[in-house]
Nanobody, 125 residues
Framework: QVQLVESGGGLVQAGNSLRLSCTAS????????IGWFRQAPKKEREFVAA????SGTTHSAGRFSISRDIDKNLVYLQMNNLAPEDTAVYYC??????????????????????WGQGTQVTVSS
């Protein structure tokens, strides 16, 4: 059973940084893309960044960066220069993918098969 568990959220002041972690377990992820999405109150869930687990190729929608640690089965989302509009619940998700396919083809939430419970990020002004 695939499990994705997010951690690292919290309350920060604008301009600061946070690094979110996603612990992935339950299978090998060689044919998967791991993505980060976020959902602010009363808004749709939106794509943030994704990484092809096998190749390490990344794609980001904006200023945040994604990386992985294969040995630890971890995916990170590095968020710098945070702003109040970044306040949201951040979700980690996994999408079955053609091996080595660029993660830029995996920006739709319906493409993802597995989701974590989310971690709250609140940025104060």
């Amino acid at each position: 059973q695939v499990q994705l568990v997010e951690s690292g959220g919290g309350l920060v002041q604008a301009g600061n940084s946070l690094r979110l972690s996603c612990t992935a377990s339950g299978r090998t992820f060689n044919n998967y893309v791991i993505g980060w999405f976020r959902q602010a109150p009363k808004k749709e869930r939106e794509f943030v960044a994704a990484i092809n687990w096998s190749s390490g190729t990344t794609h980001s929608a904006g200023r945040f960066s994604i990386s992985r640690d294969i040995d630890k089965n971890l995916v990170y989302l590095q968020m710098n220069n945070l702003a109040p509009e970044d306040t949201a619940v951040y979700y980690c998700a996994a999408a079955a993918a053609t091996i080595l396919r660029s993660p830029r083809y995996y920006t739709g939430k319906s493409q993802y098969n597995y989701w974590g419970q989310g971690t709250q990020v609140t940025v104060s002004s």
